[in-house]
């Protein structure tokens, strides 16, 4: 991999600009680590495209066929990240509901019953999952239930 510095009085801030042909394991780290200090969550639209989002961009992320999708207001985009991950950056406004989704709590919609005694979690987009009985109680406490 090649590596060109330049430093000059006119850069206020370090910027980092990365050439590559296909999102590698080795890229995903390096844009991991240099956005450490950053919020946003990188997802890919496909294997090409490389869309920043800001946490209040994000509904749901949901583990899907061993795939992280990344669910927004019109689309959806898939993240490198697993699960905990996301849910450690994306901080306390996200709750995890089961064991393959969070959800944002500022975009839920309405809440209905489900079968066996979990809810039906419905958002403003449209996306819906049921809260299991694991995350339930914590679900609810949030609701003041």
Do not use: H, W
């Amino acid at each position: 991999m090649k590596v060109r510095v330049d430093i000059s009085p006119e850069y206020k801030e370090p910027f980092a600009v990365i050439y590559t042909d296909a999102v590698t394991d080795e890229i995903q780290r390096m844009i991991d680590v240099f956005g450490q200090s950053e919020t946003p969550i990188t997802a890919l639209r496909n294997e090409e495209d490389i869309i920043v989002l800001q946490p209040s961009d994000i509904y749901m992320v949901r583990v899907e066929n061993g795939d992280t999708v990344v669910y927004c207001k019109d689309d959806t985009y898939r993240s490198r990240k697993r699960l905990y991950e996301l849910a450690a950056q994306l901080g306390k406004c996200f709750m995890q509901i089961s064991k393959t989704t969070l959800i944002n709590l500022s975009y839920m919609d309405r809440i209905e019953p489900g079968f066996s005694g979990t809810l039906l979690l419905i958002m403003k987009n449209g996306c819906k999952d049921y809260v299991s009985r694991t995350y339930l109680r914590e679900f609810k406490k949030y609701l003041g239930l």
